[in-house]
Nanobody, 122 residues
Framework: VQLVESGGGLVHAGESLRLSCAAS??????????MSWHRQALGKQRELVAF???????NYADSVKGRFTISRDIAKNTVYLQMNSLKPEDSAVYYC???????????????WGQGTQVTVSS
């Protein structure tokens, strides 16, 4: 599975951005995988921001609940992260991840995108 993120940039606090993650390749249908967004700020560990399961269930980190929304467009095979009311502490490189099921027992293999930079100025 290949993942390509886009949509990052420089915004002011309070503004919005929408990140996209386009999936392609074998076993790449976004409705058959758990798709997630992670972020890594400079000098910090990578952290989970949000995920959406193959059934469409979603979950969010406490720090972004109520501000970020993860969604998917199955026809476009793309997952999105709508980020509203951005704060300077949201600044990070944002990565898309796909957990691809590779066995009938449910074992998965992770694929990562290359990341997209989000910078929020105060």
């Amino acid at each position: 599975v290949q993942l390509v993120e886009s949509g990052g940039g420089l915004v002011h606090a309070g503004e919005s951005l929408r990140l996209s993650c386009a999936a392609s390749g074998r076993l790449s249908s976004v409705d058959t995988m758990t798709m997630s967004w992670h972020r890594q700020a400079l000098g910090k560990q990578r952290e989970l921001v949000a995920f959406i399961t193959s059934s469409g269930s979603t979950n969010y980190a406490d720090s972004v609940k109520g501000r970020f929304t993860i969604s998917r467009d199955i026809a476009k095979n793309t997952v999105y992260l709508q980020m509203n009311s951005l704060k300077p502490e949201d600044s990070a490189v944002y990565y898309c991840k796909a957990d691809v099921v590779v066995t009938v027992e449910g074992a998965t293999v992770a694929s990562w995108g290359q990341g997209t930079q989000v910078t929020v100025s105060s």
